[in-house]
């Protein structure tokens, strides 16, 4: 158990640095469109450009790892994100910027769901949802850093210099995991992209579960990544405090990823439904509020939320689809990611008419109606997996 405990360590450690590489730029957006003279909506087209590679690049690394193994993908994917979190330090203009942010998230996309994928098979059932929640726990706490983190850089330099911290942070981290991760053996013998996906396109109860992650990843990255204006508008503070503030949204995601093993066993089917309340009344709080301690509520709940939802799902995912976990991750992601890059995109065009604290209302409602299906879906599959059981 030791080893398996350095292993979600380590991992953990490169989750939490890439997670906060993405996560950085919510505070970061006001320094960068100063600097590159942007707009917040043509700036947030870096954010767009991330998650849209990282959720396109998914579907080509979760067959990838099933092929050759999961630790050499997430190796070769952790150096790449490393020097081209570095060379993001140099972008000139938005063109660059846009190009060294989707080459970030094409490698990252190595990282988080194959890496998730890499930890649902190495733990028995049992164990499974603790250990991706401790995962994601070191995964989320990397966004919580990552805004004060971004912030204080940004504040007493430069908004490269965090990306500089991150890359090379990053490049060290993976140089270890070369040395210390043993290889795990390949799921699949051929490596056939459409074959790969051809039972989970087949797969209704599957395709429902994932396209309701698309629509988490909408209202909570593409809301998240104005956070930082948001506060900025409301309170007026500088970058280094708007980061520490923005901070209690991953402190939220920490806290939820430990307490939802012990939580979920005693709802039940009614944890998902909780998650979207907590979600409805955080999002809303957001969206009226200028109490700033208030608003730290909100942020910390926001983080609860998102937590609760995507931990639930993503090993849900995985269950409906036991023998290609790989693959089931890569849609996992793909719909998280791409539901960010279009909330992002939509809300970027929002904002142009509206209030910024307009989106932050409208996620409040989408978070409520996504938890209620989403808890449907996944009570219906647990219940049909009890009964097959008590057949067999």
């Known amino acids: 158990m030791k080893n398996k405990n350095r292993m979600i360590t380590v991992l953990g450690l490169m989750a939490f640095l890439a997670n906060g590489d993405n996560y950085a730029a919510a505070p970061l957006l006001i320094n960068?469109?100063?600097?590159?003279?942007?707009?917040?909506?043509?700036?947030?087209?870096?954010?767009?450009?991330?998650?849209?590679?990282?959720?396109?690049?998914?579907?080509?690394?979760g067959p990838l790892s099933d092929r050759y193994g999961k630790v050499k993908i997430i190796n070769i994917a952790a150096l790449g994100t490393a020097i081209f979190s570095i060379l993001g330090t140099f972008a000139f203009n938005l063109p660059s910027l846009i190009f060294f942010r989707a080459m970030n998230g094409a490698f990252g996309a190595g990282i988080f769901p194959v890496t998730i994928a890499f930890i649902?098979?190495?733990?028995?059932?049992?164990?499974?949802?603790?250990?991706?929640?401790?995962?994601?726990?070191?995964?989320?706490?990397?966004?919580?850093?990552?805004?004060?983190?971004?912030?204080?850089?940004?504040?007493?330099?430069?908004?490269?210099?965090?990306?500089?911290?991150?890359?090379?942070?990053?490049?060290?981290?993976?140089?270890?995991?070369?040395?210390?991760?043993?290889?795990?053996?390949?799921?699949?013998?051929?490596?056939?992209?459409?074959?790969?996906?051809?039972?989970?396109?087949?797969?209704?109860?599957?395709?429902?579960?994932?396209?309701?992650?698309?629509?988490?990843?909408?209202c909570v990255f593409g809301t998240f990544t104005y956070s930082g204006k948001l506060l900025k508008e409301i309170t007026g503070y500088n970058i280094l405090a708007v980061g520490l503030i923005l901070s209690l949204f991953g402190v939220g995601t920490v806290v939820g990823s430990k307490i939802a093993p012990k939580l979920k066993p005693k709802l039940k089917h009614g944890f998902l439904v909780l998650a979207g309340l907590i979600g409805l009344i955080s999002?809303?709080?957001?969206?009226?509020?200028?109490?700033?301690?208030?608003?730290?509520?909100?942020?910390?709940?926001?983080?609860?939320?998102?937590?609760?939802?995507?931990?639930?799902l993503v090993s849900t995912a995985q269950e409906m689809l036991p023998k290609a976990r790989g693959t089931a991750m890569s849609l996992a992601s793909f719909n998280m990611f791409v539901g960010g890059a279009v909330g992002t995109s939509f809300n970027g065009y929002l904002i142009k008419t509206y209030p910024v604290s307009t989106i932050f209302r409208n996620a409040s409602i989408i978070i409520l109606i996504v938890s209620?299906?989403?808890?449907?879906?996944?009570?219906?599959?647990?219940?049909?997996?009890?009964?097959?059981?008590?057949?067999?």
Request: glycine share 8%; charged share 10%; hydrophobic share 55%.
């Open 32 to 61: 960068i469109s100063k600097d590159l003279n942007l707009t917040i909506s043509a700036a947030a087209l870096s954010v767009t450009a991330y998650m849209l590679a990282f959720g396109v690049f998914t579907l080509l690394f």
């Open 120 to 218: 649902g098979q190495s733990f028995e059932a049992k164990n499974r949802h603790k250990a991706i929640a401790s995962l994601m726990g070191l995964m989320f706490l990397g966004a919580a850093t990552a805004t004060a983190i971004g912030g204080f850089l940004s504040y007493f330099g430069s908004w490269r210099m965090v990306y500089m911290t991150y890359g090379i942070s990053e490049l060290i981290v993976a140089i270890i995991m070369l040395k210390m991760l043993e290889r795990d053996t390949p799921q699949n013998t051929t490596l056939h992209l459409i074959k790969a996906y051809k039972d989970p396109f087949t797969n209704f109860n599957f395709l429902r579960l994932v396209i309701t992650i698309f629509f988490v990843g909408f």
């Open 283 to 312: 999002l809303l709080t957001l969206s009226i509020t200028q109490n700033v301690w208030i608003l730290s509520i909100g942020l910390i709940g926001f983080g609860l939320a998102f937590i609760f939802l995507q931990s639930t």
């Open 372 to 392: 209620i299906i989403a808890a449907f879906f996944v009570t219906r599959f647990e219940n049909h997996a009890k009964n097959s059981n008590q057949l067999g």
